[in-house]
């Protein structure tokens, strides 16, 4: 893909951006095309960078612009910086091949992935361009910032790592196509990898982390402690980015910083004088910052700089609640300015500034307390009267109250928790939901994690693949409500949000905590919580179960998108009302087969046998579906079973694996699209037993559906055609005939199969469950066999199979009957399929060329226009690239079919120089050598022979 187009292709009436450092070069180009020059000229001598997301028009050559001037939302990105000279930060990827690891890792995988030559530029673009409004801007603004903090978070927790807050619209990245000239040697930046991954903004919202509410508190203090801008300077290393890097400066860590300074004894001088290193510099707008951050005397806290991703500040903070507090003179400087002055006064001692300070002078500075009570006695103040105040004004401390909150168990209305105890440091009722105890500065607080009680009630372990879910239960609306998660969403706190779109109390705000708490429930309640097995499909679980019927205990299904093919596995109606059509049908040899194929679909797995695909047609009003829903009425409501072929092949895939080894029900092959699937495609994907690899949206692969049971499909037309491949043939049991001769009947039939079904079934698995069928497979196959070879003679025998013990166990018939007239009906079916059973391709293809030489002879004249050939005495000269068009156009493989001829002789040969067979001879026709097929057929001709073969 090439980067430029793949990014900015799609975008209109815009511009996009040239920018170079060190002379801060800034021009913008309607098209690509110029862009991409201007890169190419100026990108080999000077640092150049592009905007991802263009600008719009009119923004003149020299001026970046704002985020406000963007035009198109183009992608997602990150710049993560690699550990090198040309970077001082250490808490850096050593190499690009961690920073590729990280990238793979996470579940979106990015669309292009840039060295820049220090560093790697990660971009995930937007299936199409987002035009930016006043209505949209600043939503995608904070997509942006928010994925960034995901990113950064990840980065922290997972690497140590910390990357650089550069996610706001118009951030600059290197120019793919330039050099990197950052510390003299020319380095490309250049794409490394891409994905053809493209996404819509909804993708993302998993993987975006909100903007903290920002962290102001009123600020007062008094005048005589706050010191000088430059002690914030000193001690603040994002503060000190404003003189190190002032173009790198973020405007939201500009104004948090702002807000600090300002209030600074010298802050409206000094903010002033920093920010003026900026590039883009504005000392009115500045100005009118500082006055509204004096006003509102309400400083950004360091945490709120730090979760908002604004600068990496070290872990555990510089010890501040925010960077003003830098500022402000130690209670040893305060004690020493206040005890600099020549004389104090009785009421300069006894302010509650100076008070204030008396404890910590009396524990920490004996020798200024005492330079303070000499003063007071100087003043009038008795010793005593001074002791006490300082006593008094110690007692203020607060006192740390104790916590011990045992386990208890867990009484909520309307659930049944099986004794589950509450985890250490939680309450959980009906009326305060989840809350959690902790101590802060040694005062215990409460807060309310859940507004509702939020439990694990069972877990579960899928039977298939041994990984583990959660049923959540949850009160919400008055009512119990569950869910069924897996715990890797249930225990992360980036995933354990998207369970907010079920109800669950969960939030960005939240989540880690409710990720903390379900981790520690489960570990309390071990032993408590009930544990149950859980499928996502039905069929054999092992030899003696088969899910729903057979289970030796209970069984959970996982998936709620497949409830009502679920529910419909159930019985319903009158067993002996069905068994009488059933007996009835049975009589009818292609309804018999058609319910034979309904029962063969449990047989596969026993007997390791491939997938069965059985094709019965004829006209309409024949009873093909009435014998199909009945069929199909043997394990469940037929409506919700049966299946069309109006389908996509991922949604058939997705049907057979959720059956698994139940039968698969196909009506109406006519309603086939062929241009988005043909039948050939059908056979070979149903008949594998397995889905296709697909990549999940949210990165790594999909889990590929597996399935091995019988296909039954209907329609007026046979499943293949002249042109169909033999491994289509071979694999589809084609019948033709009228499963149903009287209409009055397959009405009826109609009727019975929706009223009356899912009995059968279960009693036939339980016949089945506890036979060794691999024997009498062998012999029913060898009863039946009539000694000429044939493809489908393994699922005739099957069916036999399976039709001898239906008869047996459901409609109660003796063994020896049962076998008997299993081996009639295997025989008659056979005789059909052998009856309809096509030749090969290649005779197939042979028989059209011989046809079509007969219905194309006057293009084998001297003259004709166009020409196909020539004849000749007992030869027929056919111009091989016409042959290869007529096959072709035709449905045949051209490549198997030259050599089908070849091999079988319908076509002469000759040995080459080297000994090879070739087929193909040099002749001259119409004055033209060209290469021709000599298919030695006679046909009269008109025209006298021409030269020899030129071999």
């Known amino acids: 893909m090439d980067f430029y187009e793949t990014l900015y292709g799609k975008c209109h009436d815009c511009t996009f951006s040239v920018i170079t450092l060190p002379d801060k070069g800034v021009r913008h180009f309607e098209t690509i095309a110029s862009m991409r020059e201007e890169i190419g000229r100026v990108g080999d001598t000077r640092n150049t960078y592009i905007h991802p997301w263009p600008r719009r028009k009119g923004i003149k050559d020299g001026v970046r612009g704002d985020s406000a001037d963007t035009m198109y939302a183009t992608c997602l990105f990150a710049d993560i910086d690699i550990k090198s000279e040309a970077h001082r930060e250490q808490m850096l990827p050593a190499s690009r091949v961690e920073v590729l690891s990280f990238l793979d890792a996470f579940p979106l995988k990015a669309t292009f992935t840039v060295f820049t030559g220090h560093g790697i530029h990660a971009y995930w673009l937007f299936d199409e361009p987002i035009h930016l409004t006043d209505a949209n801007r600043d939503k995608m603004e904070k997509l942006l910032a928010g994925f960034g903090r995901c990113l950064m978070k990840k980065a922290k927790d997972e690497r140590g790592w910390r990357i650089d807050p550069v996610f706001d619209p118009a951030r600059m990245l290197r120019a793919v196509g330039s050099m990197n000239l950052k510390i003299g040697e020319k380095i490309p930046c250049e794409v490394i990898a891409e994905n053809e991954a493209f996404y819509k903004t909804e993708d993302f919202h998993a993987y975006v982390l909100d903007a903290p509410k920002p962290r102001t508190e009123e600020f007062h203090v008094d005048e005589r402690v706050m010191g000088s801008a430059e002690r914030i300077m000193e001690g603040c290393a994002a503060l000190k980015q404003m003189t190190e890097q002032p173009d790198n400066v973020s405007e939201p860590l500009w104004h948090a910083l702002c807000t600090n300074v300002a209030l600074a004894k010298d802050g409206e001088e000094k903010f002033q004088e920093w920010s003026s290193l900026y590039s883009h510099y504005s000392p009115v707008e500045t100005r009118n910052k ?48 206040i005890l600099g002055k020549d004389t104090l006064s009785a009421e300069e001692l006894l302010d509650p500034y100076v008070v204030g300070l008396l404890p910590y002078a009396k524990e920490n500075c004996p020798a200024e307390y005492s330079r303070l009570k000499l003063a007071a006695k100087k003043a009038g103040i008795g010793m005593r009267d001074f002791d006490r105040i300082a006593k008094k004004e110690e007692e203020k401390r607060d006192v740390g109250i104790p916590f011990d909150a045992e386990p208890e168990e867990i009484k909520l209305k309307g659930i049944d928790l099986h004794g589950a105890m509450t985890p250490k440091g939680y309450r959980i009722t009906m009326e305060y939901g ?28 899928n039977i298939d693949n041994g990984t583990e879910r959660f049923e959540l239960a949850y009160h919400r609306s008055h009512k119990w409500k569950r869910l069924m998660v897996s715990r890797a969403i249930a225990l992360n706190k980036s995933s354990v949000v998207r369970l907010a779109d079920h109800g669950v109390p969960v939030s960005t705000d939240n989540a880690d905590g409710v990720v903390h708490y379900l981790s520690r429930y489960e570990a309390e309640n071990d032993k408590k919580i009930p544990f149950v097995r859980s499928i996502g499909r039905i069929g054999w679980l092992g030899e003696k179960e088969f899910y729903p019927y057979i289970l030796e205990s209970p069984v959970e299904y996982e998936d709620k998108d497949d409830a009502a093919m679920i529910a419909a596995l159930k019985e319903q109606g009158s067993f002996e009302t069905w068994l009488k059509f059933a007996r009835a049908l049975r009589e009818q040899t292609y309804a018999r087969a058609i319910l034979a194929a309904s029962f063969a679909s449990v047989l596969l797995e026993k007997l390791k046998r491939r997938v069965a695909i059985i094709h019965i047609w004829h006209s309409s009003r024949s009873g093909k579906t009435a014998a199909l829903k009945f069929a199909l009425s043997v394990w469940g409501d037929p409506m919700k079973l049966m299946g069309n072929f109006n389908s996509t092949a991922v949604g058939l895939e997705r049907r057979a694996g959720t059956l698994r080894h139940l039968p698969l029900g196909l009506d109406e092959l006519q309603v086939l699209n062929e241009r988005r699937l043909s039948p050939s495609m059908v056979v070979y994907s149903l008949g594998n037993g397995y889905g296709k690899t697909r990549g999940a949206k949210a990165g790594g692969l999909q889990e590929v ?14 499943l293949t055609n002249e042109a169909t491949m033999d491994g289509v043939h071979s694999r589809v049991l084609e019948l033709y005939g009228q499963p149903i001769s009287d209409a009055d009947f397959g009405r009826k039939v109609h009727q019975a199969s929706e009223n009356h079904y899912g009995f059968a079934g279960k009693v036939y698995l339980e016949h089945i469950v506890d036979t060794d069928l691999s024997d009498e497979f062998e012999q029913i196959r060898e009863s039946i066999d009539d000694g000429e070879q044939g493809v ?21 018939e003796t063994k020896r009957k049962a076998w008997k007239d299993a081996i009639s009906f295997g025989k008659r079916i056979l005789t059909n399929a052998k009856e309809n059973e096509p030749e090969d391709v290649v005779d197939r293809a042979y028989d059209f060329v011989t046809d079509w030489i007969a219905a194309n002879r006057k293009r084998f004249a001297q003259d004709a226009i166009p020409c196909l050939g020539k004849i000749e005495p007992g030869k027929v000269l056919v111009i091989a690239t016409e042959l290869r068009r007529a096959l072709e156009d035709n449905g045949f493989s051209y490549t198997k079919c030259r050599k089908g001829f070849r091999d079988r002789g319908y076509v002469d040969t000759f040995e080459d120089s080297q000994g090879k067979s070739r087929s193909q001879y040099l002749r001259n026709i119409q004055g033209v050598n060209v290469r021709v097929f000599c298919f030695p057929i006679q046909v009269e001709n008109i025209y006298p022979p021409d030269e020899d073969f030129l071999t």
């Open 290 to 337: 500082l006055r509204s951050a004096r006003k509102a005397n309400k400083p950004c806290t360091c945490r709120y700089i730090k979760d908002c991703g604004l600068f990496p500040c070290p872990d555990g903070g510089c010890g501040v609640k925010a960077p003003i507090v830098l500022a402000l003179y130690t209670k040893f400087e305060q004690l020493e300015i």
């Open 434 to 461: 989840v809350e959690s105890f902790y101590f802060d500065e040694g005062a215990l607080v409460s807060s309310n994690l859940c507004p509702e009680p939020l439990v694990i009630e069972r877990r579960m372990e």
């Open 705 to 718: 559906p597996v399935w091995r049971n019988a296909i039954i499909s209907t329609g007026e037309q046979p």
């Open 792 to 812: 489908h003679l393994d699922t005739v025998a099957l069916l036999a199979l399976a039709d001898y013990h239906a008869g047996i166990s459901v409609c109660g």
